[in-house]
């Protein structure tokens, strides 16, 4: 993000402070879609997902007054919205079965979402080899233990910095570094496991 872009969150933020709360819409305008993104891959879920993104512009929010200008407003939405997806996660994994969480990956499975701008090639035999890629990718990013995954998805999904995340996550820049490499190892070895041979690297 640029420093004019910066400037101008700043000032939508001093406005709705100010009292202009209509002007909050415009940040929503601006990050929800990339924030709906991010959080699809991390619950796994669209639903869960556009009620967690709500969830995370509401408590931003209800917190403006908080809100500390010397860094980006989409790190701290991101970092609010990243706590809300790993408790999310955490309480998940406590309660949810084996049987529902079968289900949950065939319901998964059955609906892929687009990790990239959609291909422009109409070719239904590609099209079909991106859908399938785009599945295996989806399952082993879930396979991915939380705080990788949230790494890996802030950086490949999100864009942000490496310096954004480490903002987002509170996490030294090293840990975020490991992280993220690790994650790509994980997500890479996931990858070579269920490829077809002849499609591997």
């Not at 000032?11 to 940040?27: C, N, Q």
């Not at 070719?123 to 233990?145: F, G, K, N, T, Y």
């Amino acid at each position: 993000m640029s420093s004019d872009q910066a400037r101008q969150e700043t000032a939508i933020v001093e406005r709705v402070l100010g009292g202009e709360r209509d002007a909050y819409a415009l940040l929503v305008e601006r990050y929800n879609g990339s924030l709906f993104r991010y959080l699809v891959r991390m619950v796994g879920q669209p639903a869960e997902a556009e009620d967690l993104a709500q969830e995370a512009f509401l408590r931003a929010y209800l917190s403006l007054a908080s809100y500390d200008p010397s860094y980006r407003f989409s790190t701290w939405l991101f970092r609010i919205a990243t706590n809300l997806a790993i408790n999310r996660i955490k309480a998940a994994s406590k309660i949810v079965s084996l049987e529902e969480m079968r289900e949950r990956r065939e319901q998964r499975d059955e609906a892929p979402l687009e990790l990239a701008d959609p291909c422009t090639d109409s070719r239904p035999d590609l099209a079909a080899e991106r859908s399938e890629m785009v599945r295996l990718i989806q399952r082993c990013l879930q396979e991915l233990p939380a705080d990788y995954r949230a790494v890996v998805a802030l950086r490949h999904i999100a864009e942000l910095s490496y310096n954004e995340i480490s903002d987002s996550i509170g996490l030294p820049l090293n840990t975020v570094r490991t992280r993220l490499h690790r994650g790509r190892e994980r997500l890479g070895q996931c990858l070579e496991a269920r490829l077809p041979k002849e499609e591997r690297p």
